[in-house]
């Protein structure tokens, strides 16, 4: 079971910037893909972003392209998500995932991880 935590939420005005981040103290953490997942409340999670395991290849959601970007430390073990202009809609709690690959591909569906972080809570509120 790979361990993910997940930093970086907190309170973020319209239009403002955040940068999460999914960190894991394991050798292997470059072989998975990482997702980057929001759970607003009385809403479905919903997948925004992707990287594939070695950095090869990313995906994001229609509705976050061009605002957020998904990178990887491979020194430092951690996917990162940096997200300009949010919205007040944008506001939940934000999930990395992961799962071990050997493909340069990845999805945003969450049925598609099996290892997942306990989640930061990013509110956008002026």
């Known amino acids: 079971q790979l361990q993910l935590v997940e930093s970086g939420g907190g309170l973020v005005q319209p239009g403002g910037s955040l940068t999460l981040s999914c960190s894991s103290s394991?050798?292997?953490?470059?072989?998975?893909?990482i997702g980057w997942f929001r759970q607003a409340p009385e809403k479905e999670r919903e997948g925004l972003a992707c990287v594939s395991n070695r950095n090869t290849f990313r995906k994001y959601q229609p509705s976050v392209k061009g605002r957020f970007t998904i990178s990887r430390d491979r020194d430092k073990k951690t996917v990162y998500l940096q997200m300009m202009s949010l919205e007040p809609d944008e506001s939940g709690v934000y999930f990395c995932?992961?799962?071990?690959?050997?493909?340069?591909?990845?999805?945003?569906?969450?049925?598609?991880?099996?290892?997942w972080g306990q989640g930061t809570q990013v509110t956008v509120s002026s």
């Open positions: 394991d050798a292997t953490f470059d072989d998975y893909n």
């Open positions: 995932a992961a799962r071990r690959a050997d493909i340069a591909f990845c999805s945003t569906t969450d049925s598609a991880y099996d290892n």
